[in-house]
């Protein structure tokens, strides 16, 4: 069974860092671009920024400069570091894995991210 468990979320203040970790099942994390998105309150879920197992990055432009998406073959893991943080970056955190074409997507059980100002 595919499994994506995340963790590092909770409450920090504007300016903080938080650094998400997700540790996913290797037979999928080895052949996926893996992505973190959000969903804040009342909100769609959004893209956040996405790794290739090329370790070719992209992120949203909301993010961009203040957040790093990294990830470690050897643990099957992905990471998401987040600096300078917003109040608007308060949401539900998920981790997500994307085989190839004709592979089911993955989604963790998500994160909850609170930033207070």
């Known amino acids: 069974q595919v499994q994506l468990v995340e963790s590092g979320g909770g409450l920090v203040q504007a300016g903080g860092s938080l650094r998400l970790s997700c540790a996913a099942s290797?037979?999928?994390?080895?052949?996926?671009?893996m992505g973190w998105f959000r969903q804040a309150p009342g909100k769609q879920r959004e893209l956040v920024a996405t790794?290739?197992?090329?370790?070719?990055?992209s992120y949203a432009d909301s993010v961009k400069g203040r957040v790093t998406i990294s990830r470690d073959d050897a643990k099957s893991t992905v990471y998401l570091q987040m600096n300078s943080l917003l109040p608007e970056d308060t949401a539900v955190y998920y981790c997500?894995?994307?085989?190839?074409?004709?592979?089911?997507?993955?989604w963790g059980q998500g994160t909850q991210v609170t930033v207070s100002s």
């Open positions: 290797r037979s999928v994390f080895s052949i996926s671009t």
């Open positions: 997500h894995a994307r085989p190839p074409p004709g592979y089911e997507v993955y």
């Open positions: 790794i290739t197992g090329g370790a070719t990055t």
